[in-house]
């Protein structure tokens, strides 16, 4: 759409981009970490956020993860070490991508030092905060090694470490967890409202990341930030790419109008009315015998 | 893809743009109409083929055409006549915006006449013909009524007439049919080379049509010449646009390159082993069979 916006097919109307899904799992335990949201944009010009040029980066390659073999089903196989390896190695590829690209426009660009946040699609929270522990350890094996002990104080036991040994290397990430902390609290967990208390929404996930971002701090905090954004979808397609937040927040400016509204509509997940997870499970069954049924008759209660 | 070239993403890469499908359908007189194919195309800058700016028209609208409402079958609800309605008049629809930002562009700009080439998405081929008789009853309604005789002689019956009431009034299919018999033979017939040897392949459809058209002249009757396509979706989605052929069919130019692989390309399609309609009816019968089951187990042959 941005691509439209900047081309001579462009006739001077706004573009809407709506991000929907839901994510349904089989019994286990990935089904309480399914979600269902959608979030509308709109693209223009002069707008409140503005990306970055030239510094998208993306990363695709074959892999079963989140395969559906079986087309009766709607349920993905789940195989959850392969998920992870998928996500943190998309999340290698595009991080360093994106870094290079950054640097080639601007040389003294420092990766999360010189990010104010840093969101990220989220299957699950806790994926997220291994996520920002993980791009701490690529800045850490990208700067030279005379360097590491400056910003990485008692991490040199990692310095001959290499990126794709160590997805389920417990000590890096315990110890990149424990050096990503403070970062993680500044950068990305305000990204993560929508996510703790919707779930895993699939294609609209990093969209409910910035929008929980966007609300979760003042104006004052807002007003020139840069941050960076990691889109994943499974199979897998990922991106990463930066957004700045223009300079002005002045009473009716069109950050003020979006800010806004996203916090009325944030406010609106306080109005949910809560169900027992056997319901869920209740009605989730009912949706998998009728899954593909043609003609369908509604077998629910009609109140 | 012409956006992102055109646009600040573009890093100097050329795209690739694959269009392929399979139309089948279940028993009756839809099925002999279904094909498959793949067209794949090279976009970038400085091509021989070049897309004219601002003149690109779309319409899209809901639309039962092509509905499949049970989802454990691959085969569309066909309804023919609901289908030859939603076609043309998406073809009207776009064509006469088409016509419109063709005019800002160009006030000299006379619709069919201004053209060297219509290619259209082919469903079959008889819809074809009528689709370019009915781009030339909307020229004939666009005119102005005194000019009309001169280049619609005998047709200022049809004076009073309305679109939205003629899509399926026999006696103006037969006026226009008639009156545009050699515009047909010249400017679209020509494209129908693949469509008529293939069947109708969804996607890559229109791209089969411009495949045929560019291989069915000679180098002298191509160069500098502009042509119109429609490309139509069932569901409905459309779009018209047009194709500017450059001025240098010298030899070792992009175009004589893209020609004469072309040319090689579709002599391909004699040699194709013809097989009798049973044996294709009985493997449509095993794909129907096993269509959505997993685990699969093939039930064929090995010879």
């Known amino acids: ?17 709506v991000a929907g899904d839901i994510a349904v799992y089989g019994k286990g335990p990935a089904r309480p970490t399914g979600g269902a949201g959608a979030v509308a944009m709109l693209i223009g010009p002069d707008a409140p956020l503005v990306f970055d040029c030239g510094v998208r980066a993306s990363y695709m390659t074959h892999a079963y993860d989140f395969y559906k073999p079986d087309l009766a089903s709607e349920f993905p196989y789940v195989d959850g070490k392969l998920s992870i390896h998928c996500y943190l190695s998309a999340l290698d590829n595009c991080y360093n991508l994106f870094c290079k690209k950054m640097r080639n426009v601007d040389p003294n660009f420092k990766g999360l030092l010189s990010l104010d946040g840093m969101l990220f699609h989220s299957p699950y929270c806790k994926l997220v905060q291994k996520s ?19 910003q990485f104080p008692g991490l040199s036991q990692f310095n001959s470490y290499q990126r794709e ?39 609209s996930s990093l969209y409910g990341g910035l929008v929980s ?91």
Chains 1, 2 share one sequence.
């Open 213 to 303: 971002y966007l609300v979760s701090k003042s104006a004052d905090q807002l007003i020139g930030k840069k941050f960076a954004l990691f889109s994943y979808g499974s199979g897998l397609a990922s991106t990463m790419y930066s957004i700045n937040i223009c300079n002005d927040m002045s009473a009716g400016s069109k950050l003020e109008k979006l800010i806004n509204s996203l916090h009325e509509n944030v406010e609106m997940l306080n109005k949910r009315v809560p169900v027992a997870p056997q319901m869920f499970s209740d009605l989730m069954q009912v949706r998998t015998e009728n899954y593909h049924t043609a003609p369908y008759e509604p077998s629910g209660s009609i109140d």
């Open 1 to 17: 759409c941005i691509n439209w916006v900047e081309s001579s097919s462009w006739d001077g109307r706004k573009a809407i981009v």
């Open 165 to 203: 040994n160590t997805y389920f290397d417990r000590d890096v990430e315990k110890a990149f967890m424990t050096y990503s902390k403070e970062l993680f609290d500044d950068k990305t967990k305000p990204s993560l409202y929508v996510a703790r208390n919707v779930g895993n929404m699939y294609t």
């Open 132 to 150: 920002l522990a993980r791009v701490c350890f690529n800045d850490f094996l990208n700067a030279e090694e005379g360097e590491r002990e400056k």
